[in-house]
């Protein structure tokens, strides 16, 4: 998953992007509105988590430019104003949720995530296809409930095609969407991962949850996804 | 009701209704009395007129006076005519009278010095006369001079009797005037109070809250008036969110660097040291956001003392919904078409929003947020269907929201800016147990 952060305070911004890294996010950050409207609208984000009082165009505004071009981008909002006026004002203006400074690094990534899954139309932390079932908050695997170690790449590419199901999923596409804009790209390493996961997950190969699509990509079986 | 504290109207009524009947009452007295004025000459007149008629038939009959009996006037033959003749001697002995005097037993006494320049008023055996009288030295044959005196004497009810028909004919007109007049004032009334009536409409709606300023065209000596009241509004509006943005920009600047400093702890390993940073960082950011969440709700009377209740609500209700999605509750707003809060809608916002904030934390999967007016009071119930509260807790849990140092997981800061407000609005809150199961919390507040 690739988040975006907007942040103008270089402290903070380098604390959630280390946490985010950490936690297997891809992550661009922006240190004003311009820039993080710029990430928001070129690049392939999943989410944003953006400040309000930003200089320039104010994180409202980067919003309200988003929703205007039609971006339903998922973003919430971090606030150090949190009267009910302000916390209204963000949520109408197009933000899906908020959170008040200073906040938990934990409870921003339960409601990062809790709003990815919406987003995907989950409303539980557990996503099962199939017999897989998929721990977003603990980023672990289960198959029929046994647990199956996976790297953290493997992980981010398995949890980008359960948050998009029915979707054909590009080679291009979940690169964007696992690594940082600066990485060194390379579609054979992608195949590799792919090959592994299928493997862990699917070791009789009669299961066939990922399929490929040739010169498409990849997508989850239909079979399996309702 | 005292009379500073009546309408400009009752006032305008009043004085002109005031003025209207002493005006007409002046106009009825001077018309009367220049009336009975002319009237008494046209009467002296005409007695005078008897006087010289009597003089003018009187005859010299051997010494003394002869009045014979042709040019009479009938009213002299008439017993009961009213109008009497006499000629007397210089020594009050009778002459002669007119047959119509012999009503009266006795005879005018001359020492009242009739004249012929004014009429006598006096009353006569029981009746009000009027007199008039002249000497007339009579030379007699043989040069012989005597003095008679010539009276005459007619009813003052001929006199009153026309006056008073022409009082009730004066009296009668100057009524029909005078209603005429109060109808033509009473519209005048409306058609010069009308623009007094649109600022006070434009001014209560300003305080509804339904218009921003006071609009609209008025006569001139209205514009310093609504034109002030505007420039009142808009440096009201124009403080209240300088204030806001002062506040917000010194909640950022105070809570960036609690929000570092909380990042760098967090990364550290867990230590007492850390728990000791951890829960200093939580009490300073609880002060700060109770302070300035506080501070925003305002003090006290504001020009704008209303909100409809409904928008805000229904603002509450769409953010609560997607913050608490994951949670999948049904939010309920039941609002009374109409309702008004008395107050800012800042307030409301703050006073719905936490307490439906906290609802939405405790319940299970219903929160029923209800508004009306009733006996004089804002309304607002917050019905949840979680594990409601005992009675035992009840009471603490509102004190505790009176003390933030006190305050308890999930009824934290929010509830004490909830008693915040219903301090600062003289309102009340109550928990009770709802009828969904859950907790009911009950705000009112005077309108």
Same mark, same amino acid.
């Given at each position: 998953?690739?988040?975006l952060?907007?942040?103008?305070?270089?402290?903070i911004?380098n604390n959630l992007v280390?946490s985010?890294?950490?936690?297997?996010?891809?992550?661009?950050s922006?240190a004003?509105?311009?820039?993080?409207?710029?990430?928001?609208?070129e690049y392939?984000?999943d989410?944003?988590?953006?400040?309000?009082g930003?200089?320039g165009i104010?994180g409202l505004e980067?919003?309200a430019?988003?929703?205007?071009?039609?971006?339903?981008?998922?973003v919430i909002?971090l606030?150090?104003?949190?009267t009910?006026?302000?916390?209204?004002?963000g949520?109408s203006?197009?933000?899906?949720?908020?959170?008040?400074?200073?906040f938990?690094f934990?409870?921003l990534?339960?409601?990062?995530?809790?709003?990815l899954r919406r987003?995907?139309?989950f409303a539980?932390p557990?996503l099962?296809?199939a017999d897989?079932?998929?721990?977003?908050?603990?980023q672990?695997?289960?198959?029929s409930g046994l647990?199956?170690e996976?790297?953290?790449?493997?992980y981010?590419?398995?949890?980008?095609l $359960?948050l998009?199901p029915?979707?054909?999923v590009s080679?291009t596409e979940l690169t964007?969407?696992?690594y940082e804009q600066?990485?060194d790209?390379?579609?054979n390493v992608?195949?590799?991962?792919v090959?592994?996961?299928?493997?862990k997950?699917?070791?009789?190969?009669?299961l066939?949850?990922?399929?490929?699509?040739r010169?498409?990509?990849?997508r989850?079986?239909?079979?399996?996804?309702s | 009701?005292p009379m500073?504290?009546?309408s400009l109207?009752q006032?305008?009524?009043?004085v002109s209704?005031i003025?209207?009947l002493v005006a007409?009452s002046?106009?009825f007295?001077?018309t009367?009395?220049a009336?009975?004025l002319?009237s008494?000459s046209r009467?002296?007149?005409?007695?005078?007129a008897?006087?010289?008629?009597?003089i003018?038939v009187?005859?010299?009959?051997?010494?003394?006076?002869?009045?014979?009996?042709?040019?009479r006037?009938e009213?002299?033959e008439?017993?009961?005519s009213?109008l009497?003749a006499?000629?007397?001697?210089?020594?009050?002995a009778?002459?002669?009278q007119?047959?119509?005097s012999?009503?009266f037993?006795?005879l005018?006494d001359?020492?009242q010095?009739?004249t012929?320049?004014k009429l006598f008023?006096?009353?006569f055996?029981?009746?009000?006369? $009027?007199?008039i009288?002249?000497?007339?030295t009579w030379?007699?044959e043989g040069?012989?001079?005597k003095t008679?005196?010539?009276?005459?004497?007619?009813?003052?009810?001929?006199?009153?009797?026309?006056?008073?028909?022409f009082k009730?004919?004066v009296f009668?007109?100057?009524?029909i005037s005078?209603?005429?007049?109060?109808?033509v $004032?009473?519209?005048?009334?409306?058609f010069?109070?009308?623009?007094l009536?649109t600022?006070q409409n434009?001014?209560?709606?300003?305080?509804?809250?339904?218009?921003k300023?006071?609009?609209?065209d008025?006569?001139?000596?209205?514009?310093p008036?609504?034109s002030s009241?505007?420039q009142?509004?808009?440096?009201e509006?124009?403080?209240?969110?300088?204030?806001?943005?002062?506040l917000?920009?010194?909640?950022h600047?105070l809570?960036?660097?609690?929000?570092i400093?909380?990042g760098?702890?967090?990364n550290?390993?867990i230590?007492?040291?850390?728990?000791v940073?951890t829960t200093q960082?939580?009490?300073?950011?609880d002060i700060?956001?109770y302070?300035?969440?506080?501070?925003?709700i305002?003090?006290g009377q504001?020009?704008v003392?209303?909100?409809?209740?409904?928008?805000?609500?229904?603002?509450i209700?769409a953010?609560?919904?997607?913050?608490?999605q994951e949670k999948?509750?049904?939010i309920e707003?039941?609002?009374?078409?109409n309702?008004?809060?008395?107050?800012d809608a800042?307030d409301?916002?703050?006073?719905?929003g936490?307490?439906?904030?906290?609802?939405?934390?405790?319940?299970?999967?219903k929160?029923?947020?209800?508004?009306k007016?009733?006996?004089?009071?804002?309304?607002?119930y917050?019905?949840?269907?979680?594990p409601?509260?005992e009675k035992q807790?009840?009471?603490a849990?509102?004190?505790?929201?009176?003390?933030?140092?006190?305050k308890t997981?999930?009824?934290?800061?929010?509830?004490?800016?909830?008693?915040?407000?219903?301090?600062?609005y003289?309102?009340?809150?109550?928990?009770?147990e709802?009828?969904?199961g859950?907790?009911?919390?009950?705000?009112?507040?005077?309108?």
């Amino acid at each position: 998953m690739k988040i975006l952060i907007v942040e103008d305070e270089e402290l903070i911004r380098n604390n959630l992007v280390s946490s985010f890294k950490a936690n297997g996010f891809a992550v661009e950050s922006a240190a004003n509105g311009e820039d993080g409207l710029f990430l928001a609208e070129e690049y392939p984000i999943d989410l944003a988590v953006v400040d309000i009082g930003l200089p320039g165009i104010s994180g409202l505004e980067l919003i309200a430019k988003l929703r205007e071009s039609d971006n339903q981008l998922p973003v919430i909002i971090l606030t150090a104003r949190d009267t009910w006026q302000d916390k209204v004002e963000g949520l109408s203006t197009g933000a899906d949720d908020y959170m008040a400074k200073p906040f938990q690094f934990e409870e921003l990534l339960a409601r990062c995530n809790a709003l990815l899954r919406r987003t995907a139309g989950f409303a539980s932390p557990l996503l099962k296809i199939a017999d897989i079932e998929l721990d977003t908050m603990a980023q672990s695997v289960r198959k029929s409930g046994l647990q199956i170690e996976l790297t953290a790449y493997e992980y981010k590419v398995l949890e980008y095609l $359960f948050l998009n199901p029915k979707k054909v999923v590009s080679k291009t596409e979940l690169t964007e969407h696992i690594y940082e804009q600066d990485f060194d790209r390379d579609s054979n390493v992608l195949e590799v991962f792919v090959g592994r996961l299928r493997k862990k997950i699917d070791p009789e190969q009669d299961l066939k949850l990922i399929q490929t699509l040739r010169g498409q990509g990849y997508r989850l079986n239909p079979d399996y996804v309702s | 009701m005292p009379m500073k504290n009546w309408s400009l109207k009752q006032r305008l009524t009043t004085v002109s209704s005031i003025i209207l009947l002493v005006a007409f009452s002046i106009i009825f007295f001077a018309t009367k009395s220049a009336y009975l004025l002319a009237s008494k000459s046209r009467l002296q007149e005409s007695m005078t007129a008897q006087i010289y008629a009597l003089i003018a038939v009187a005859n010299d009959d051997q010494g003394t006076l002869f009045i014979p009996d042709i040019l009479r006037n009938e009213r002299l033959e008439n017993l009961s005519s009213g109008l009497v003749a006499y000629v007397l001697q210089s020594d009050g002995a009778l002459v002669w009278q007119s047959p119509s005097s012999e009503l009266f037993q006795t005879l005018p006494d001359i020492q009242q010095n009739f004249t012929m320049e004014k009429l006598f008023g006096s009353e006569f055996e029981g009746r009000k006369m $009027f007199w008039i009288g002249m000497p007339l030295t009579w030379e007699h044959e043989g040069s012989l001079e005597k003095t008679y005196y010539f009276i005459v004497g007619e009813k003052q009810s001929i006199l009153t009797s026309a006056v008073d028909k022409f009082k009730n004919e004066v009296f009668a007109w100057l009524s029909i005037s005078g209603l005429l007049l109060l109808v033509v $004032f009473s519209y005048a009334l409306n058609f010069s109070l009308r623009p007094l009536k649109t600022a006070q409409n434009q001014i209560e709606l300003v305080r509804l809250g339904e218009e921003k300023n006071v609009q609209g065209d008025f006569p001139e000596e209205l514009i310093p008036l609504t034109s002030s009241i505007n420039q009142l509004l808009d440096s009201e509006n124009r403080q209240k969110s300088r204030y806001r943005d002062t506040l917000g920009n010194l909640a950022h600047s105070l809570k960036t660097p609690l929000a570092i400093m909380k990042g760098e702890i967090e990364n550290r390993k867990i230590s007492d040291e850390k728990n000791v940073l951890t829960t200093q960082i939580e009490r300073i950011n609880d002060i700060v956001r109770y302070q300035l969440n506080r501070s925003v709700i305002s003090s006290g009377q504001t020009l704008v003392r209303s909100c409809s209740v409904e928008p805000e609500v229904s603002k509450i209700v769409a953010a609560l919904n997607k913050v608490h999605q994951e949670k999948g509750l049904k939010i309920e707003c039941r609002v009374e078409p109409n309702t008004i809060f008395p107050g800012d809608a800042g307030d409301l916002l703050e006073l719905v929003g936490n307490l439906a904030d906290n609802a939405c934390k405790w319940t299970q999967s219903k929160v029923v947020i209800s508004a009306k007016a009733k006996d004089g009071s804002f309304c607002l119930y917050l019905d949840d269907d979680g594990p409601g509260i005992e009675k035992q807790n009840r009471e603490a849990i509102l004190n505790r929201g009176k003390r933030l140092d006190q305050k308890t997981e999930g009824h934290g800061l929010g509830l004490s800016i909830v008693m915040d407000i219903i301090k600062n609005y003289r309102g009340d809150i109550s928990i009770e147990e709802s009828a969904l199961g859950g907790a009911l919390f009950r705000v009112t507040i005077p309108l």
